[in-house]
């Protein structure tokens, strides 16, 4: 909250509090000057997103009285208490059961400003935080997709349009973008959300691993194979099918679910028995399918059976006015898990959190908020922002100029964090078996940043 957040000032001495009201309004706060508690009680309500100055003598309602009624209203709005040397005790116990703090007179005119900035911008954030649980219904793995840009309104709404049906849904977006979060609540908001969501990324198990786990087998289908086994798609039955990164399934595979898409039927290994499954299909992919230069081995006719609907997740690059709010959000939710106080937000912080890229999207901001309430993360100031020249690439094509890119923000990371491969992995927010295939790919050595796995 800045500093223009409405101040309501209340002292039964007129004087003292014209002079007040001066300081505050010189300071750019609006100011609401009223010489008595009842004058400043209509005043209040749960979305007021002030302060409230009182002192504690007055006539009538005094100023603990004043803060009893307070919280009453919200105990949330931030009341600070102006005190003479013998009211301090009264003061300090108002603070135990709530007051945000106290200013004993004679006091300095900036001692007053920093408490009332202070108390404002603490006020701001539990008002944001409230606005954040109501976007998402009450719903925590919603909080990836947690903006108030006009992309994410944009994308709640068709969500929302198309989840109660059963048209199968292609995903696109980068890694750490919410695309499985997308998944979820498709299934969630549908009336599938009776079935089972399943998930499996296509990227994780190797091609032999993969069709037993798909389709399922029988037992003796293959050697090691002594049981039946019910595979993901006919598990799925009845509710949603979620396939990560299609893009990497093996053409072999590819096949046999193309038939599963067209004919709503799935063949275990080692039989030909046929079963009929009732299943909706969500695929998600980091690279444009579209595109045949990026498609490369994925088959163009599995790829048009996915299109039905195409949901692009924006990276939050696209999206940076939305990341403050998130931040605080993961701050948050992160100081209750570890039982902290959110730190301060410095700067430095407030800098970084705009204008750094989050090649790894909300999962790297969330990281980095957990790390920021831990007191791990180190002086940003350190982290140097990804600045890459470009301008020797103008005539290479977009993949190759991308890749150089990639290659350099992973250098630049490691390098931040001493070539440790944990921290690393976390602030770039992939799989740790995605960063040494891109090191391999890139030629990156990760001894030479000196660090430790």
């Given amino acids: 909250m800045n500093q223009s957040c409405p101040v309501i000032l209340i002292d039964d001495d007129r004087d003292l509090l014209r002079a007040t009201a001066q300081t505050l309004d010189l300071a750019g706060f609006s100011v609401t000057a009223c010489g008595s508690a009842r004058e400043a009680l209509p005043l209040l309500h749960p979305m007021f997103f002030g302060v409230i100055v009182s002192d504690i003598r007055m006539p009538g309602i005094d100023g603990l009285e004043l803060f009893e009624r307070v919280k009453s209203i919200d105990a949330d709005i931030p009341v600070i208490l102006v005190t003479g040397h013998g009211d301090i005790p009264m003061a300090v116990k108002a603070i135990r059961d709530g007051a945000y703090d106290f200013i004993a007179k004679p ?200 299109n039905v609907v195409t949901l692009s997740i924006p990276p939050l690059r696209e999206r940076r006015d939305d990341v403050p709010l998130l931040f605080r959000h993961f701050a948050q939710r992160a100081a209750e898990r570890f039982r902290r106080d959110v730190p301060d937000l410095t700067a430095s912080v407030s800098s970084y959190l705009l204008k750094h890229e989050w090649p790894g999207n909300v999962r790297e901001l969330t990281h980095y908020a957990e790390r920021f309430v831990l007191g791990l993360e180190p002086d940003n100031d350190k982290l140097p922002l990804v600045a890459t020249d470009l301008s020797h690439t103008i005539g290479d094509a977009l993949p190759e100029r991308m890749a150089r890119v990639e290659a350099d923000i992973i250098r630049q990371t490691l390098q931040a964090h001493e070539g440790d491969v944990r921290r690393t992995i976390e602030a770039l927010g992939i799989p740790r078996k995605t960063f040494y295939d891109k090191l391999q790919r890139h030629g990156i050595v990760r001894g030479e940043f000196s660090g430790r796995d």
């Fill in 107 to 306: 006091f300095a005119a900036d001692r007053l400003v920093q408490c009332v900035r202070r108390a404002g911008e603490k006020r701001g954030l539990v008002l944001e935080n409230r606005q954040l649980r109501q976007s998402v219904e009450g719903e925590e793995d919603d909080l990836s997709l947690i903006g108030q840009t006009l992309v994410m309104e944009r994308l709640r709404r068709t969500l929302k349009q198309i989840a109660d049906t059963d048209v199968d849904v292609l995903l696109t977006g980068e890694t750490g973008t919410g695309k499985e979060v997308v998944a979820s609540l498709l299934h969630r908001w549908s009336r599938r959300s009776r079935g089972n969501f399943v998930a499996l990324n296509c990227g994780a198990l190797p091609e032999q691993i993969m069709e037993s786990e798909l389709f399922g087998h029988e037992p003796g289908a293959f050697t090691g194979a002594q049981k039946r086994r019910v595979g993901r798609i006919e598990h799925s039955s009845g509710g949603t099918l979620f396939l990560d990164e299609i893009e990497s399934m093996a053409q072999a595979t590819q096949v046999h679910m193309l038939r599963v898409l067209e004919m709503r039927e799935v063949t275990p290994l080692g039989t030909n028995e046929v079963r009929p499954v009732d299943l909706r299909v969500v695929a998600a992919a980091k690279l444009d399918l579209g595109d045949p230069a990026q498609r490369r081995d994925f088959r163009e006719d599995l790829y048009y059976r996915l």
